[in-house]
């Protein structure tokens, strides 16, 4: 509950005096300034460090006249402000990052000479940045988008940076067509939109001309793509990597990091609203979870597999189109990943770290996969344009933490400089470092041969069978969410010819999907199946730990209960409810009628998170509505009270109500159609029981009967 205070009207005054007890001073030409002469705050200076003794008013010529030039702390403020943009990530422009570390639960010696994983209990430091792909850095965080997962981990052998999606496939086999695929995906270039989307011509143009992206168009349409939150997503280094271990040999890694509270996303008719009310609802949310100390945590697991397992696997190993299934080779738990600190300040940290897949320590190595080797060659370059200088790797976020020495020197913004006389080696005056050819990395001695050719291998043709796969080892929800994506994608696409080719494609991964998808366009006839350039298996097992309905936590730590508050509030239910929610590591926010708070039964005033039009019920994983006799006919005439409970139900959350609250069912339209997720709320002692259902999250069966509007 929240604490009893006296009135709002007195609460606010109170923090107002604190906010605004500035001191203000009139100077000699009566202006005022906010002086700093009381001997704590610092003196306000220009960037060279000398006081300033009015920043409110610029130097003029009498009191109407013009300004004048050498008015040098005007043109130092105004100088710098006309430059504090950088040019935005070319991909992954949104994005938001956290500190933490990560912790090896047991050496890895037999695999990996990488120093981070030889000592168990040892922490190195991390960075994480989370992003979407397409839009531009102000975009609402609930795009329909891949999740970029890049970690930045400062071994004590150098940095290494794992830069990952949330989704372990990509769309392409060759980096080659890197830029064709951005350049489709993003706005278009003559109107400069749709912004943030993948639902226009020129995305859909492309994707159907290249059936390598098949498997992540499965991904891409399903709910992965509108995660409910960055703490309940997976990531994946996507490529096959190797560990080197101190005898020279390798073994194949697959990286993916596990979300400790379960996967979870949320509904396409939510994104869209969330996306509204709060478009910062990823960011927002990690901020709150680190600063309140629940601090999210992933899993590291490896997927370990020698050249013979590549050999007899059905895929090419290096086909980043491809994944191996976890039921084929169990992914094995080498560590934890726990974000505990949010950066001081969001440009310093967030905006210029410089993630670069080429950034490996010894112990690790990279294999022959061509969109891996294409990355190698393109990260630096786009670090030097974004962040202007070489010199990039002395800002505190990209610099290692562990000591390090080299001869590079000068350049733009040199903060660290070679001292002495010899600024190369080999040199005889016994300055400066040298090469270790023990400690140092050394590339994985394989032996390479072939013609010089522009190839593509005969090993990555098969586009088809892992998409097949991917859609069957959906849960029957899930196969109905992508069924709608695509059809909302295709809907926004101008071109019909480009509708029909895409269609064809799912012809080859699933003709139900195929013929759900071309009934809701409106298609008179069935294209024809687009031609494979192999046969396609379509008998692959099917992979449950693809869905993440199947993965769910099945638990509601981590998540939110939205609580509509009125006055007349059973305090000791409303009390009851919390302490539940809070037992089980869940969090509470109460949405009252109006901005503060409601008056409880018992008299007490209960501060308010929010009014209810700025608390839909999108930006909570279930809600309760805890009201009373006197103020439900009120609430009932409120529409936003009414889209509230509506919502909720739409989007198949669960619902928890008392006696009074049943008024605002019926009139949401929903009085009619209550099922097992709509729940009476029992007396206080059955509250934890209430609490415990929450973490199914959603009742999908509900869906079906929603969309036929029978609700
Ligand atoms: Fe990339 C950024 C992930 C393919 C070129 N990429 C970037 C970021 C992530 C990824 C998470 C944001 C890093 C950050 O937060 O600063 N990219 C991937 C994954 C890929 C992938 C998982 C496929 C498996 N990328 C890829 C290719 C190329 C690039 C094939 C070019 C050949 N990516 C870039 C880039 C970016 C970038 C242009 C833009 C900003 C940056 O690097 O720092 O260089």
């Not at 329909?144 to 940076?161: C, H, I, M, P, S």
């Not at 071109?495 to 809701?520: C, F, G």
């Amino acid at each position: 509950m929240a604490k009893k205070t006296t009135a709002p009207s007195q609460r606010r005054a109170a923090d107002t005096a604190t906010i605004h007890d500035v001191k203000l001073q009139r100077g000699e030409g009566g202006e005022l300034h906010q002086t700093a002469d009381d001997g704590d705050t610092p003196i306000l200076t220009t960037a060279q460090g000398g006081p300033v003794a009015d920043d409110q008013n610029s130097l003029r010529v009498g009191p109407r006249g013009p300004l004048v030039i050498d008015d040098f702390h005007f043109r130092e403020k105004l100088f710098h402000f006309d430059h504090e943009r950088i040019p935005e990530r070319v991909v992954h422009a949104r994005g938001y990052g956290a500190h933490g570390f990560f912790e090896t639960y047991a050496s890895l010696a037999a695999y990996t000479k990488a120093d981070l994983f030889q000592r168990p209990g040892e922490r190195t430091p991390a960075f994480v940045r989370f992003s979407t792909v397409a839009g531009n850095k102000g975009s609402a965080d609930l795009a329909r988008d891949v999740r970029g997962f890049a970690v930045k981990l400062y071994t004590q052998e150098g940095n290494w940076d794992l830069v990952g999606n949330n989704i372990p496939v990509f769309f392409i086999q060759d980096a080659i067509k890197f830029p064709d695929l951005i350049h489709a995906a993003k706005q278009e270039p003559d109107r400069a939109f749709p912004q943030a989307q993948t639902a226009h011509d020129t995305f859909w143009d492309f994707i159907s001309l290249t059936p390598e992206s098949m498997n992540m168009v499965m991904w891409i349409m399903s709910d992965r793509t509108i995660p409910r939150s960055f703490r309940f997503m997976e990531g994946f280094g996507v490529h096959t990597f190797r560990f080197v271990n101190a005898k020279d040999e390798s073994t194949f890694v697959k990286f993916h990091w596990k979300p400790k509270l379960g996967l979870q996303s949320v509904a396409w008719n939510e994104a869209v609203k969330i996306n509204g009310a709060d478009p910062d609802f990823h960011r927002r949310d990690l901020w709150q979870a680190i600063q309140s100390g629940n601090f999210p945590e992933w899993e590291l697991q490896v997927q370990l597999f020698d050249q013979d397992f590549a050999d007899s696997f059905d895929f090419d190993v290096l086909d980043p189109t491809k994944i191996i299934p976890e039921e084929i080779l169990k992914p094995q738990p080498v560590g934890r990943l726990v974000l505990d600190r949010m950066p001081d300040n969001f440009f310093a940290e967030t905006e210029q770290v410089a993630f670069m897949t080429q950034n490996v320590p010894p112990g690790i190595d990279f294999s022959n996969d061509p969109l891996l080797q294409g990355r190698n060659f393109s990260y630096l370059d786009t670090q030097l344009k974004r962040l202007g200088s070489p010199n990039f790797t002395h800002l505190p976020i990209n610099a290692p933490k562990c000591p390090f020495a080299h001869f590079q020197q000068d350049g733009h913004m040199a903060m660290r400089n070679p001292v002495g006389r010899a600024n190369y080696q080999p040199n005889s005056f016994n300055e400066g470092p040298r090469e270790s050819p023990m400690r140092g990395h050394r590339p994985y001695p394989v032996e390479e041969q072939g013609i010089k050719a522009r190839l593509r291998p005969e090993s990555f043709a098969d586009h088809y069978s892992q998409a097949r796969q991917f859609y069957l080892s959906q849960t029957p929800p899930e196969q109905r969410h992508i069924a709608a994506a695509l059809t909302f994608e295709l809907s926004k696409v101008e071109t019909p010819t480009i509708r029909e080719r895409m269609v064809s494609h799912l012809l080859n991964i699933d003709e139900t999907l195929a013929a759900t998808v071309a009934q809701k366009l409106g298609f008179q006839s069935m294209p024809k199946p687009a031609d494979a350039a192999v046969p396609t298996r379509q008998d692959l097992e099917p992979s449950p730990a693809l869905s993440i309905v199947e993965k769910g936590p099945k638990r509601f730590e981590g998540r939110k209960l939205g609580i509509l508050v009125t006055d007349g509030v059973d305090a000791k239910l409303l009390k009851g409810m919390m302490a539940a929610v809070e037992k089980e590591k869940a969090v509470c926010e109460l949405i009252a009628p109006k901005v503060g708070g409601v008056t409880a039964s018992d008299g007490s005033w209960v501060e308010a998170h929010h009014m209810i039009d700025g608390g839909p019920s999108v930006l909570f994983d279930a809600v309760a509505l805890l009201t009373s006799a006197e103020a439900i006919d009120d609430l009932v005439m409120e529409a936003t009270a009414r889209d509230f409970v509506a919502d909720a139900f739409q989007h198949c959350k669960f619902i928890g109500y008392d006696a009074s609250a049943a008024k605002l069912l019926e009139k949401a339209g929903i009085g009619d159609t209550l099922d097992e997720g709509v729940i009476m709320l029992p007396g206080e002692d059955g509250l934890a029981g209430f609490v415990s259902e929450l973490g199914k999250l959603r009742v999908w069966g509900r869906e079906p009967s929603v969309k036929l509007g029978k609700a």
